[in-house]
């Protein structure tokens, strides 16, 4: 998003205020063109014999977002069997997708066999039942490198404690495991968090990974998972991909000399491709001042946008109805009603009722956080691509609060 003298636009010259009163208010958009820039920016950092990226699709699932990544030629990262049915239906092959589950039952894994696609083990004993049920079907484990990462508690996976992977410290088990069912690994596979600035932390993972993966001769891929930070604040800190990359294919590839086979090297970003393609638009219904502060009410809330209440996560807030004039300090509230605030004390060009509100960064983890909370409607998405706009979600309204609610005939 840009602004000249007066209006704000997207990348390709649609203006976003013809947005927001087109579809109205609230409602998410994305620009598909950063989306292939950000896939391009992270692809052309590698000089790797074999590189590949799987969109980790729980950051933003519509269709028409994966249909872009697809046709990028990216793979997908998924959590759930769900997520893969989606990916099917947006046209990857079972083979194009990586099914990442945390714990989850047997039973959802051997769903995931059925529709024949990769499968990434985190936990000893799925590892074990899966080997003695499937020891024909090749599987990737997930490793937890203990390695301390990303942006706050909240978000780091990697640490002792956590719930995810497979102790390091636990490979005589895994190849106990693999020996005695028979098991053929094909890949080994890390994700140590999210928000992770410094490159040293990706390094880190990358010798711990090359330390072990000499025990497993059949590997066809390192799935080194993402966290890759994206600047927030519009001060340009995040994760600096092109240094990464390199120390990342000069290591990778002489690593490949001593395992004697070139590897596939795989990255799962959900954020570094989508979070800085979305924007969210709310209408202000209301200005009001108390005692000591001027809060901004909005025709949204958490409902729609948890990240700011969930995890303290910053969103750069911004007036597009006013291209000019004074800046004025505000505290910016949604409409549900509990503690709901998007931002506190922000520096915005003077709000008047009636304007419109950016919320930047809403391409990952916020429509598909939305929810119905005090029976409000999701709002609608909206995708602007090479020139024009096409509503990809329509917004919800009262049939779907109650579609799917049975009412017993005993009142
Ligand atoms: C969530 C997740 C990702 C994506 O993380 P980002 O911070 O959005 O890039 C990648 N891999 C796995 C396994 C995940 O769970």
């Known amino acids: 998003m840009f602004a000249d003298q007066e209006d704000y636009f997207f990348q390709d010259g649609i203006s976003v205020k013809d947005i927001?009163?087109?579809?109205?208010?609230?409602?998410?958009?994305?620009?598909?063109?950063?989306?292939?820039?950000?896939?391009?920016?992270?692809?052309?950092?590698?000089?790797?014999?074999?590189?590949?990226?799987?969109?980790?699709?729980?950051?933003?699932?519509?269709?028409?977002?994966?249909?872009?990544?697809?046709?990028?030629?990216?793979?997908?990262?998924?959590?759930?069997?769900?997520?893969?049915?989606?990916g099917l239906h947006a046209g990857f092959s079972n083979g194009q997708i990586m099914y990442t589950p945390n714990c989850v039952s047997l039973e959802e894994i051997?769903?995931?066999?059925?529709?024949?696609?990769?499968?990434?083990?985190?936990?000893?004993?799925?590892?074990?039942?899966?080997?003695?049920?499937?020891p024909n079907y090749p599987v990737c484990i997930r490793i937890n490198p203990h390695i301390l990462a990303g942006g706050n508690s909240k978000i780091s996976v990697g640490h002792i404690d956590s719930k995810f992977g497979i102790s390091i410290h636990q490979l005589p088990h895994i190849l106990r495991i693999v020996e005695n069912t028979g098991l053929t690994i094909d890949g080994l596979h890390m994700h140590t968090?999210?928000?992770?600035?410094?490159?040293?932390?990706?390094m880190q993972g990358a010798e711990i990974f090359l330390s072990i993966a000499n025990h497993f001769p059949d590997l066809d891929y390192l799935d080194l998972g993402s966290g890759f930070k994206v600047?927030?604040?519009?001060?340009?800190?995040?994760?600096?991909?092109?240094?990464?990359?390199?120390?990342l294919s000069t290591r990778f590839n002489e690593f490949f000399k001593s395992y004697g086979k070139v590897l596939n090297i795989i990255f799962e970003p959900g954020k570094f491709l989508?979070?800085?393609?979305?924007?969210?638009?709310?209408?202000?219904?209301?200005?009001?001042?108390?005692?000591?502060?001027?809060?901004?009410?909005?025709?949204?809330?958490?409902?729609?946008?948890?990240?700011?209440?969930?995890?303290?996560?910053y969103h750069r807030i911004e007036n597009i109805s006013k291209?000019?004039?004074?800046?004025?300090?505000?505290?910016?509230?949604?409409?549900?009603?509990?503690?709901?605030?998007?931002?506190?004390?922000?520096?915005?060009?003077?709000?008047?009722?009636?304007?419109?509100?950016?919320?930047?960064?809403?391409?990952?983890?916020?429509?598909?956080?939305?929810?119905?909370?005090?029976?409000?409607?999701?709002?609608?998405?909206?995708?602007?691509y090479n020139g024009k706009h096409h509503l990809i979600r329509r917004r919800e309204n009262f049939e779907d609060l109650i579609s799917n609610q049975v009412e017993p005939n005993i009142f």
């Open 20 to 86: 927001a009163s087109h579809y109205d208010c609230p409602i998410y958009v994305y620009d598909g063109n950063i989306i292939e820039q950000q896939y391009r920016k992270l692809y052309n950092a590698f000089d790797l014999p074999r590189l590949q990226i799987n969109y980790a699709c729980k950051a933003l699932t519509n269709i028409s977002v994966l249909k872009i990544i697809k046709n990028l030629g990216a793979h997908l990262d998924t959590v759930s069997i769900q997520e893969v049915k989606l």
């Open 323 to 384: 291209v000019s004039g004074p800046m004025r300090i505000y505290s910016i509230v949604g409409y549900i009603c509990e503690t709901d605030t998007f931002g506190v004390n922000r520096k915005l060009r003077e709000v008047n009722e009636g304007d419109i509100l950016a919320f930047h960064n809403a391409g990952a983890y916020c429509y598909q956080m939305s929810s119905n909370y005090n029976s409000r409607y999701r709002p609608a998405e909206v995708l602007v």
């Open 274 to 313: 989508v979070s800085q393609a979305g924007v969210f638009l709310a209408k202000v219904n209301v200005v009001k001042q108390t005692t000591a502060n001027v809060f901004v009410g909005v025709d949204s809330g958490l409902n729609h946008l948890i990240r700011p209440m969930l995890y303290d996560a």
């Open 231 to 247: 600047s927030y604040k519009n001060d340009g800190i995040e994760t600096d991909i092109e240094d990464l990359g390199k120390k």
């Open 193 to 202: 968090g999210s928000d992770i600035l410094d490159s040293g932390v990706f």
């Open 110 to 134: 051997r769903l995931a066999v059925e529709l024949g696609v990769k499968i990434n083990i985190d936990n000893l004993s799925i590892l074990e039942q899966f080997g003695q049920e499937f």
